[in-house]
């Protein structure tokens, strides 16, 4: 069973910067795409970033492209979401996932993800 865990979320104004974590358990981490989904109050869970197994391809969702970055850490099993100029539009719990396949490209349908962590809450104020 592999867990992750998320961190780093919190308070921040409009226009600032948070930097999100997700840590997963096993020691597949490296053969594995991941995401970040993220869900508001009374909508549904969307894609908001992934990366490649390898971290040599990431793809976003349009109204974050620019403004976050996600990469990962494969040596320490962590994978980053870097989220800049904020807006309140970005408050969301905030979710990383593991794809069900090995050395795939990564998807944005939750569908293709096996393991989710247990999210981590991002309000932005205006």
């Known amino acids: 069973q592999v867990q992750l865990v998320e961190s780093g979320g919190g308070l921040v104004q409009a226009g600032g910067s948070l930097r999100l974590s997700c840590v997963a358990s096993g020691r597949t981490f490296g053969v594995y795409s991941m995401g970040w989904f993220r869900q508001a109050p009374g909508k549904e869970r969307e894609f908001v970033a992934g990366i490649s197994w390898s971290g040599g391809d990431s793809y976003y969702e349009g109204s974050v492209k620019g403004r976050f970055t996600v990469s990962r850490d494969n040596a320490r099993n962590t994978m980053f979401l870097q989220m800049n100029s904020l807006k309140p539009e970005d408050t969301a719990v905030y979710y990383c996932?593991?794809?069900?396949?090995?050395?795939?490209?990564?998807?944005?349908?939750?569908?293709?993800?096996?393991?989710w962590g247990q999210g981590t809450q991002v309000t932005v104020s205006s």
């Open positions: 996932a593991r794809t069900k396949r090995t050395y795939y490209s990564g998807s944005n349908e939750p569908s293709d993800y096996e393991y």
